[in-house]
T-cell receptor, first 113, second 115 residues
Framework: QQQVKQSPQSLIVQKGGISIINCAYE??????FPWYQQFPGKGPALLIA???DVSEKKEGRFTISFNKSAKQFSLHIMDSQPGDSATYFCAARVPGNNRKLIWGLGTSLAVNP | GAVVSQHPSWVICKSGTSVKIECRSL??????MFWYRQFPKQSLMLMAT?????????EQGVEKDKFLINHASLTLSTLTVTSAHPEDSSFYIC???????????FGPGTRLTVL
């Protein structure tokens, strides 16, 4: 019940295309859903995040769509660029004092020029 | 703001020695810090949650006597890998949560190689 399932494992997109990464969860108590971007040899960096009472959040080319009833959320990267090539992780936060994150397994995105 | 640093960025040590990794929040106070390890092409695995002034909470399967965590101040947490072995070689990443925030800010990671 603590798992977050992420798909696809890898994704290849042409420059200018839309990249879509999906995540699903079981625990309805999760209260915060961030997406992180990680480049090789670096720590993850927060890209965008959403709370379960919002169905969509957009920041620049990045959009999170959240479906509470289906317990799914997705990241859309519009006008994908080669510089977006990285590994993307979705996560879900466990409420409580420590608020630890449960992580998806990651999606390796390659944007071809 | 919200910068987290780690030191060292990489370290090579001999089997049996101990290695200390520092995690600092440079421009904010962090009540809670998290320590992760990450193997190549894998996700982050939470090792422990560290709260300032109290004992760390370790995840199931993580040996607390092997991975010593100290969170002595609101800006510094340390992870000591004791009696390191080659299987401890990994990328160790810390994150820090602002006292009044929901967000975790991540350090750049430390690459540990045990020979």
């Amino acid at each position: 019940q603590q798992q977050v399932k992420q798909s696809p494992q890898s994704l290849i997109v042409q420059k200018g295309g839309i990249s879509i990464i999906n995540c699903a969860y079981e625990n309805t108590a999760f209260d915060y859903f961030p997406w992180y971007q990680q480049f090789p040899g670096k720590g993850p960096a927060l890209l965008i995040a959403i709370r379960p009472d919002v169905s969509e959040k957009k920041e620049g080319r990045f959009t999170i769509s959240f479906n509470k009833s289906a317990k799914q959320f997705s990241l859309h990267i519009m006008d994908s660029q080669p510089g977006d090539s990285a590994t993307y992780f979705c996560a879900a936060r466990v409420p409580g004092n420590n608020r630890k994150l449960i992580w998806g397994l990651g999606t390796s995105l390659a944007v071809n020029p | 703001g919200a910068v987290v640093s780690q030191h060292p960025s990489w370290v090579i040590c001999k089997s049996g020695t101990s290695v200390k990794i520092e995690c600092r929040s440079l421009d904010f106070q962090a009540t809670t810090m998290f320590w992760y390890r990450q193997f190549p092409k894998q996700s982050l695995m939470l090792m422990a949650t560290s709260n300032e002034g109290s004992k760390a909470t370790y995840e199931q399967g993580v040996e607390k006597d092997k991975f010593l965590i100290n969170h002595a101040s609101l800006t510094l947490s340390t992870l000591t890998v004791t009696s390191a072995h080659p299987e401890d070689s990994s990328f160790y990443i810390c994150s820090a949560r602002k006292t009044s925030s929901n967000e975790q800010f991540f350090g750049p990671g430390t690459r540990l190689t045990v020979l």
